[in-house]
């Protein structure tokens, strides 16, 4: 494996510096993307090749973003060699994680092995048609490097070799053959378990795959909440994959923890949203450092105000929170009204948030964004204005330890 030397700096948009570390592996030349925390001091952090860990010192950093450039020029997610996973997961461990914990993270955990450790891996970063969608015309929308799949994240427990998915998205299959590439498995489709959020469809869709005239899967674990439940198994086509045994369907109860395995749980909590066939929650999942809040769908921060919850409590209890990014501003839907479908406007959480500390404004990373919210190109001014704020975009493919 050859690793090119110490990595080139550069100026990002918002001034602050970017380390960008480059190495071989055959054929494949990987890259890894380090964007410091405004703010925040050096320090060596412990990166592993092989047998060997050496030290390289630069600041804290807040995104990571692992790809594999082809001859073909295409962006693919990191190749799984234990090598290649083991040399980014010093970095990796810190990856938007400045709260308590990361703080206090020792060397020792930040040279953890992600071969080892289970993580969670972002699938997908659009509303529910993805992006571009059906009935866009032809033109920059469908470059290649433009494209973005449904809402949708993923957990990984290298150790069990366990895998779930949140979310069934209508890029149901691109998504599973991201982690296919990703975290690959002898099973298929290989997962322990799907966990959905409600019954819009960008979040359960996909389950069409896991039928009869597709995979064939056989007892797939679905986690949903009672009315979800009820759904799926009451009407077409969804009561076929309970009846072909291709999905199994088990409960999730409001604020009741389930326990994925023994270093994984999560705990459903319930949101108010357009609730036409199902009730809507978001979660709460906790691995052995960090708790991450998984929240692609809400409709306004005032309204679960109202009904007893703060978003600022929920963020200040997580290291990192992906919360429903769906517009960035009002009136950004020609021809519709944005109170039919109300979901809080980018612009209106990071008002909320704007005298927060900073520590608590960087564990945001939005999500869920439609195909009209400019904050999702990252030379929009919009995605700068997020960046200053101190807030991200969540980024397809980015990995965050647990």
């Avoid at 020792?108 to 866009?136: E, H, I, R």
């Avoid at 439940?229 to 076929?240: S, V």
């Avoid at 990071?350 to 520590?359: D, H, L, N």
């Avoid at 869920?368 to 190109?377: I, K």
Wanted: hydrophobic share 40%; glycine share 8%.
């Amino acid at each position: 494996m050859d690793i090119r030397a110490a990595g080139r700096e550069r100026e990002a948009p918002s001034r602050m510096r970017t380390l960008s570390y480059g190495w071989r592996v055959g054929d494949d030349t990987h890259e890894l993307r380090l964007v410091p925390v405004p703010g925040t001091f050096g320090e060596a952090v412990p990166v592993r090749h092989g047998a060997e860990v050496s030290c390289a010192t630069f600041t804290t950093p807040r995104a990571v973003t692992a790809s594999t450039n082809h001859a073909c020029g295409r962006r693919s997610p990191l190749r799984r060699s234990r090598s290649s996973v083991a040399i980014i997961a010093g970095a990796l461990l810190v990856t938007g994680c400045t709260s308590r914990s990361s703080e206090d993270a020792s060397s020792a955990d930040l040279s953890a092995d992600l071969t080892t450790g289970p993580y969670l891996v972002v699938l997908g970063t659009a509303q529910d048609g993805g992006y571009p969608q059906a009935g866009t015309k032809p033109g920059d929308a469908w470059v290649p490097d433009r494209r973005r799949y449904a809402a949708s994240v993923a957990l990984v427990d290298p150790e069990s070799g366990e895998r779930w998915l949140f979310e069934a998205t209508p890029d149901f299959r691109e998504q599973l053959h991201e982690l296919d590439r990703l975290a690959p498995t002898d099973g298929t489709p290989g997962l322990a378990g799907i966990l959905l959020t409600h019954a819009h469809v960008g979040h359960y869709a996909g389950l069409i795959h896991l039928g009869h005239e597709i995979i064939g899967a056989r007892e797939v674990v679905v986690y949903a909440m009672p009315r979800m439940r009820a759904f799926l198994g009451g009407n077409g086509p969804w009561d076929q994959l309970v009846r072909f045994g291709n999905i199994e369907l088990r409960a999730l109860s409001e604020d009741v923890q389930i326990r994925l395995n023994e270093r994984l749980s999560v705990t459903p909590f319930r949101v108010p949203h357009r609730d036409e066939y199902s009730e809507t929650v978001g979660f709460r999942i906790t691995g052995p450092s960090r708790t991450v809040v998984f929240l692609p769908d809400i409709d306004k921060w005032e309204r679960w105000q109202d009904l007893g919850t703060r978003i600022e409590d929920i963020v200040g209890a997580a290291d990192v929170a992906y919360l429903d990014g769906t517009f960035y501003r009002d009136g950004e839907v020609p021809g519709r009204a944005m109170s039919d479908i109300p979901h809080p406007f980018i612009e209106e959480t990071m008002r909320r948030f704007a005298a927060a500390p900073a520590v608590e404004r960087a564990k945001i990373r939005f999500i869920h964004l439609n195909r009209t919210n400019p904050a999702a190109f990252a030379d929009s001014e919009e995605r700068r204005a997020v960046e200053r704020g101190g807030f991200r975009v969540a980024d397809m493919l980015e990995i965050l330890p647990l």
